[in-house]
């Protein structure tokens, strides 16, 4: 089992565009959260998805959006990015009731010039 | 507001010394906390929870409400401690986690 996996690595992209980040959970794990981690900050809580419902917000603006599919993989998109979208974005995933224990994904690095 | 703070960004301390990282929190209800930790190269990953009361990898944790304080201390620090350390919080939902800013931990052979 290869943990929780994010897809890409790396992305440049320009003011304006949109993207979309994908991660895959861990093996047995239901329940995926997104978290944006500025340079010397902490990770912040953007959503929470579970039986592809968002099941919590954080304090993010609607441009930012997601989606859990039946296999429980989910997907990050950002509309009209802004220079200050620019983050390692963080998955994470836990097993069904064991909400604490989240295991965390390498992370996608983000770039908005 | 939920609002979890650490307020050392770097700490410092020699091999066999006593360690503790700060941590407080805000929140309305009652919390769960949680330590996490990321070591270099390697993704984050949860070290303890109050409600455990374990002992991992000789790290303890006390919940004090009145002082709104959650603590990590170790009594002899260790090279391999050496790592980035994040407090959180959730509600007993787990729907929402909020992280500190984290404190950098370095031993000093």
């Known amino acids: 089992d290869a943990g929780v996996t994010q897809s890409p690595t790396h992305l440049i992209k320009t003011r304006g565009q949109q993207v979309t980040l994908r991660c895959s959970p861990k093996?047995?794990?239901?329940?995926v959260s997104w978290y944006q981690q500025a340079l010397g900050q902490g990770p912040q809580f953007i959503f929470q998805y579970y039986e592809e419902e968002e099941r919590q917000r954080g304090n993010f603006p609607d441009r930012f959006s997601g989606h859990q599919f039946p296999n429980y993989s989910s997907e990050l998109n950002v509309n009209a990015l802004l220079l200050g979208d620019s983050a390692l974005y963080l998955c994470?995933?836990?097993?069904?009731?064991?909400?604490?224990?989240?295991?965390f994904g390498p992370g996608t690095r983000l770039t908005v010039t | 507001a939920q609002r979890v703070t650490q307020p050392e960004k770097l700490l410092s301390v020699f091999k066999g010394a006593p360690v503790e990282l700060k941590c407080n929190y805000s929140?309305?209800?009652?919390?769960?906390l949680f330590w996490y930790v990321q070591y270099s190269r390697q993704r984050l990953q949860l070290l303890l929870r109050?409600?455990s009361r374990e002992s991992i990898k000789g790290f303890t944790a006390d919940l004090n409400k009145g002082e709104t304080s959650f603590h990590l201390k170790k009594p002899f620090a260790q090279e391999e401690d050496s790592a980035m350390y994040y407090c959180?919080?959730?509600?007993?939902?787990?729907?929402?986690?909020?992280f500190g800013t984290g404190t950098s931990l370095t031993v000093i052979p």
């Open positions: 959180a919080l959730s509600g007993h939902s787990g729907n929402q986690f909020y």
């Open positions: 994470a995933s836990s097993f069904p009731g064991i909400f604490y224990e989240q295991y």
């Open positions: 093996s047995g794990h239901d329940t």
């Open positions: 929140y309305s209800g009652s919390p769960e």
């Open positions: 109050h409600i």
